[in-house]
């Protein structure tokens, strides 16, 4: 828009005075987010009507100056324009900075700003990636990324699982966040909606140690739209709809700033679907729907700036009516029968067993930026976690929640990024939390997780340093304490059984006869470290390696379980006695590049002291018949696995991309599998263009899991008054599904653009099961899915 | 001429420190502050919860024609808690005898206890009862009660007794059951509200 302004500066003749001027006055020009040298500014002495560009390494020189006092006007295409006072001695050298902003919305994340260390790699799914997929869950989503797959229960409960683990071993980062809302649960997906990310980052080990030191399965990093210093509103509409679940999704997106700085954004998102389909039946009670509301309000400035944000999600999920059981024999049933035992016809209706979960994220940060001490960024945020469970009840309990928990957060952190010379980045910060937990008694059930608060203290540095032009050396520290009181009824045969009474008298409050009060209390104190090499052997070839050590605390559930787990039909009994889990972990990544082909080879080792584990120890009699009773456990596992990508243009219309990711996970002295390891899978795709149209055509191959632990248990069933065998640990058969894709844009004008995508999953409706989704005892998976999406920028 | 942006200025350093510093104070204060004021939070613990759909006790009532009468009864107190349920018959049933049998369920957690067969009868469309015993028991049941829909339900029924012999005899409740169904547990679904196994002796 400026740049015939700039083209007609440049050509304004200068004329110099008639005076003794032999001064130099040169200097270079840099980003101030990663002092990568910006070419292709343009300099003008303003009193003089002189200018320049700066060449390849953000140089300039202006020669022939007075002596005295000029202001210099910097704008660059991608920057801010800004002036700065310089006094012109003899030979004057001066480093410019100015900050990077963007002048595109589907910008490419400028690599370099990584959120862990470099060394510990990571995955990216940039805007495009995520707006195509804006209908879906952020699990779904991030399952297309190779060794990360979905850990679901049912189509719409879907959790990011990294290289196998998952839930509290996964720290979700959203917004500079960090999700606490009740991630310790299996069939707790994660509250986001990744319409909010402009991109999403996956760090597969426990190195992004500013944000937390026990996430020893890796990051789910959701970064915020950045928004442009300058004045312009700008929008987003994005409408899908899809014939499996008969639903859609709409989101809407305003964001409006000016040149001093002030921005400000609404957006929001809903979905609705109703029962989804898999090839042969309807699954009864899966619908969904979704609400999302985000606003802020902020003031970003070169040297300073602050955001209030809010924003709100309320998740409304069916879960298939036919997985609601009420014992072993009714899992006898369940698991033998080919089809779900109950299946009506389609609705939109959300019926009981269902879950109602809202949550709220209140943020307010600050930053400020001086030469002196780098970047400071203060933040305080409060997230509040309201989920209510519904099971199938009876009586005047009838519509009653069976779970009522609230949890709610308040955060505050402080973080320094100084700038010292020898090191290419360096950053530290404390941060302090507060959680309180709050199990409503009105249930009519005991609680399955107790009342508890949590204070968390974590103190961290980390740095980079380059060693040479080809070798970056990088480490951090972290230091957390964490304190957690509660309040827990325990049955009392329980407390005995287990020796609580003897190892934990402290914790008795009051015997209340089949029930006694108890209030343990727990303090953990854990270090974790991370160091690795980034080495660029030439152009093509880069080398990473990573070490790492994370601790993570044991979570609610694995300390206080002691009952019905009524979705996984099961008792689980959790032990007070455990320690912090730690983990061990060398990641490798190799990456080859040239312009036609693209490849990385990334293996990992990961050795996990005190993993802890549930598996099955008994059967356990009630007038309810027969339950499997499930103990948590802890013992030394080791991981390992690879992760492979592959890329290949053969020309500019055509390509071809290989995805392949194994995993193996043992018991480190019996050599026993661990539960619920993803199974290899492979997806290979071609990619053409034609006339701006993509098309996508892809085959996702998925083997059966062979290694598993057998958790079969035999159990009374009355029909037959013999006792029988219960298998729920052989896992499903291998799958192939293929997927086509078209999408293409609609041109209308320049300052509104229209794009289209049209998805076919599973093209070819095979019925399957997936290992790693908690509904295949039940029913088939998903089956073909044609989903349509329209988006419009504007 | 405008001195504020002049980067070498060391008064515009000092104040950026002193800023700096201001700020590294306030977020201390900001953090141990919250933490006392979450130290400071009552420390009363919550109330037990009323565990109000929970069955403790099953009773059986066998009546025969000639008015003895058999109690079969299983009791669990801690729910699913780890304690087993403690299950007892009265006496052995006679051979070739006809009993009206009645079935009381309990929750014994509350007090007075809770008559949860009255809540079943209220819902008698969404519950059922299911008699299975093994195959060398030789007796028959038979549904003396129905739902409002005109299906069984199995709150009373009768029993009769063929031959002498030793088995086991199940008392199932189904929620939500197929409604009418073939009369097996298979047929109908449901989720098990209630499974208990006696052991029975007819001589």
């Known amino acids: ?794 | 001429m405008n001195n504020s942006n002049n980067l070498n200025t060391t008064n515009s350093k000092f104040l950026i420190f002193t800023a700096m510093k201001n700020y590294v104070l306030y977020s201390f204060i900001l953090l141990t502050g919250l933490l006392f004021t979450a130290c400071s939070d009552d420390d009363t613990p919550p109330a037990p919860v009323d565990e109000e759909e929970v069955i403790t006790t099953l009773i059986v009532t066998l009546t025969s024609n000639a008015g003895q009468t058999i109690i079969l009864n299983s009791q669990d107190l801690d729910g699913d808690g780890p304690n087993d349920p403690t299950i007892s018959v009265s006496a052995p049933l006679s051979v070739a005898t006809n009993y009206t049998g009645v079935i009381e369920l309990l929750n014994e957690t509350e007090n007075p206890a809770e008559p949860i067969h009255e809540e079943v009868a209220a819902e008698s469309n969404a519950h059922q009862f299911f008699f299975t015993q093994s195959a060398n028991l030789g007796l028959t049941t038979q549904y003396l009660d129905f739902d409002g829909n005109g299906n069984h339900l199995g709150l009373s029924f009768s029993l009769s007794t063929t031959s002498a012999g030793q088995g086991t005899m199940t008392f199932t409740l189904r929620h939500e059951p197929l409604k009418p169904n073939d009369g097996t547990l298979s047929g109908a679904g449901g989720e098990t509200d209630i499974s208990v196994t006696f052991p029975i002796t007819i001589e």
């Open chain 1, 1 to 794: 828009m400026h740049k015939p302004f700039l083209v007609l500066l440049l050509f304004i003749s200068t004329f110099s005075q008639a005076q003794i001027c032999e001064s130099t006055f040169a200097g270079i020009i840099l980003d101030q987010h990663d002092d990568s040298a910006l070419s292709q500014a343009l300099i003008s002495i303003v009193e003089l009507n002189r200018s320049t560009y700066t060449d390849e390494e953000g140089r300039f020189s202006f020669d022939n100056l007075c002596l005295g006092t000029y202001t210099l006007y910097v704008t660059h295409a991608q920057c801010n324009a800004r002036s700065f006072d310089i006094k012109v001695k003899e030979n004057t050298f001066k480093t410019l900075k100015l900050e990077h902003h963007y002048e595109e919305l589907n910008e490419v994340l400028l690599s370099g700003s990584s959120e862990g260390l470099m060394s510990a790699g990571k995955d990216v799914l940039d805007a495009g990636a995520v707006e195509r997929s804006s209908h879906e869950s952020l699990g779904a989503l991030v399952s297309g990324i190779t060794g990360v797959s979905g850990f679901s229960f049912g189509n719409t409960v879907i959790k990011p699982s990294i290289h196998g683990l998952h839930s509290s071993r996964v720290t979700i980062m959203n917004n500079g966040v960090r999700m606490e809302d009740q991630e310790w649960g299996a069939e707790h997906a994660p509250n986001v909606d990744i319409n909010l990310a402009q991109s999403i980052e996956i760090i597969k080990n426990a190195s992004a140690l500013q944000y937390s030191g026990d996430a020893i399965g890796g990051f789910v990093i959701l970064k915020p739209q950045r928004i442009p210093v300058k004045d312009t509103l700008y929008g987003k509409v994005r409408l899908s709809a899809q014939d499996n679940g008969r639903g859609g999704s709409a989101h809407f997106g305003l964001i409006k700033s000016t040149t001093k700085g002030w921005y400000g954004s609404v957006e929001g998102t809903v979905k609705k679907y109703g029962d989804f389909k898999a090839p042969n039946y309807n699954l009864s009670n899966t619908g969904m729907n979704s609400y999302t509301l985000a606003s802020k309000l902020g003031f970003n400035e070169f040297k300073r700036g602050f955001e209030l944000s809010y924003n709100s999600i309320e998740n409304n999920i069916g879960i298939l009516r036919a997985s609601h059981l009420g014992g072993a024999q009714d899992q006898f049933v369940a698991i033998n029968s080919s089809e779900p035992l109950i299946i009506k016809d389609f609705t939109y209706n959300i019926d009981r067993p269902k879950q109602e979960v809202s949550h709220q994220i209140l943020s307010a940060k600050a930053f400020v930026k001086s030469e002196l001490l780098g970047r400071i960024d203060l933040r305080y945020d409060f997230q509040k976690n309201d989920r209510l469970e519904y099971d199938i009840r009876r009586g005047s309990d009838q519509n009653k929640a069976s779970l009522d928990l609230d949890l709610q957060t308040h955060a505050v952190s402080l973080d320094l990024a100084p700038k010292l010379v020898g090191f290419n980045s360096l950053k530290t910060g404390v941060s302090g939390r507060y959680l309180k937990n709050e199990s409503n008694p009105n249930t009519g059930v005991k609680r399955l997780i107790p009342d508890y608060k949590r204070y968390d203290l974590g103190f961290y540095a980390m740095a980079t340093k380059s060693l040479s032009n080809d070798l970056e050396l990088d480490a951090a520290l972290r230091l957390d304490y964490m304190r957690i009181e509660s309040f827990k009824y325990y049955y009392s045969a329980l407390w005995t059984q287990r020796g609580y009474d003897i190892t934990f008298p402290e914790f008795e409050i009051e015997d209340l006869g089949t029930q006694i009060l108890t209030a343990p209390k727990f303090n953990y104190l854990n270090p974790s470290a991370a160091i690795g090499t980034s080495w660029s052997l030439n152009e093509q070839n880069r080398l990473l390696i990573n070490l790492s050590l994370g601790a993570r605390n044991p979570n609610p559930s694995e300390l206080f379980s002691e009952g019905l787990h009524h979705s996984a039909s099961r008792i689980e009994i959790g032990d007070l006695r455990f320690e912090p889990e730690i983990a061990k972990n060398l990641s490798l990544g190799y990456t080859y590049k040239n312009t036609r082909i693209s490849f990385s080879l990334n293996p990992f080792v990961r050795l996990i002291d005190r993993f802890i584990l549930i598996e099955p120890t008994g059967i356990q009699q009630t007038i309810r018949g027969n339950f499997q009773v499930w103990s948590y456990r802890q013992t030394d596992v080791s991981l390992s696995g690879l992760d492979m990508d592959t890329r290949v243009a053969f020309n500019d219309k055509l390509g071809f991309e290989q995805q392949f990711s194994l995993v193996k996970g043992y018991e480190f002295e019996t050599k026993t599998p661990l539960i619920n390891m993803p199974p290899v899978n492979m997806i290979n795709a071609l990619n053409y263009t034609y006339k701006q149209i993509e098309m996508r055509i892809e085959s996702d191959y998925t083997w059966r899991q062979n290694e598993f632990p057998n958790t079969n248990f035999e159990a009374f069933i009355p029909e037959t008054q013999s006792t029988e065998l219960i298998d729920v640990s052989t896992p499903p058969e291998a799958y192939h599904l293929m997927n086509l894709t078209f999408r293409g844009p609609l041109n209308f004008s320049d300052s509104f653009n229209i794009s289209w995508a049209l998805d076919i999953q599973n093209m070819w409706d095979t019925s399957y099961r997936n290992y790693l989704n908690g509904m295949r005892f039940y029913a088939d998976d998903l089956g073909r899915n044609v989903h349509l999406s329209i988006t419009s920028t504007f």
